[in-house]
């Protein structure tokens, strides 16, 4: 997959995203997780090159894709254009003060809103939670999966763009500062912790080897059933998910 003009805006990213398209096991496993949270009219803000958008559109969502960067979407729309579940491609920053003014035709215009890896990349990460429950209708559900663990912080987060990781709480805690009801907070993906410390903390690699995740996919099924006796305890990143509370005031 390439860019079909110039180099990348973010290298890292877009180097990590290639090598995690490998992934289809870990893939699924996302999209299993937070499946059961969409609904209707669906939202993904911060799409990259699309790794959960394929599963999302082939489970028949009605689906928006969306990224701040220009290259992105240029390759979403190559990739994913004809398909009949698709419903637009659009340049989306939620990292804007002005957002509303930005963005007055999507407010309150989806279901279910999604940010994957999106929420660590805005250093007001406050203002990103409170930009995404503006395109929520009421009711609707906001779902996140940032980086866990601040003892994990290192050259991949430098790399990556990421301001910090988080907990279970933090996340929490910064879903309901917004008016939004946290109906699940979670740990995922206990396993990674000890290949993302030693490659980015002791050899200080600038992104995950791609031999590491060759290996951890082909683990993913075992990973899986350890991570239901973890996810309530510590993981690589936190998945939640928060619904907009129908009194809410914009």
Known sequence: MEIQSGQPSDPSGWETLELLSEAPAFNRWIFDRISPFCKGDVLEAGS??????????????KLTVSDMRAEYCRLLKDKYSGNPDLQAVLQLDLSLPDFETR??????????????NVVEHI????????????????????????????????????????????????????LANEGLKVLQSAYFNFAGIPG??????????RIIPGSQIKI???????FRIIDRCTKQIAGLSVIAVAAKQSMRND
């Open 48 to 61: 990259g090159i699309g790794n959960i958008s394929g599963p999302l559109l082939n489970h028949h969502f």
């Open 103 to 116: 963005y007055p035709g999507l407010l309150k215009g989806f279901d279910t809103v999604i940010a994957l």
């Open 123 to 174: 250093q007001p990460d406050a203002l990103a939670i409170r930009n995404a429950a503006k395109l929520l209708r009421d009711k609707g559900n906001l779902i996140i999966l940032v980086p866990a663990g601040r003892y994990l912080f290192n050259r991949f987060d430098r790399e990556l763009g990421h301001y910090r990781r988080y907990s279970r709480k933090t996340v929490s805690s910064l």
């Open 196 to 205: 993302w410390w030693f490659s980015g903390s002791v050899l200080r690699k």
């Open 216 to 222: 951890f996919e082909r683990l993913v099924p075992v």
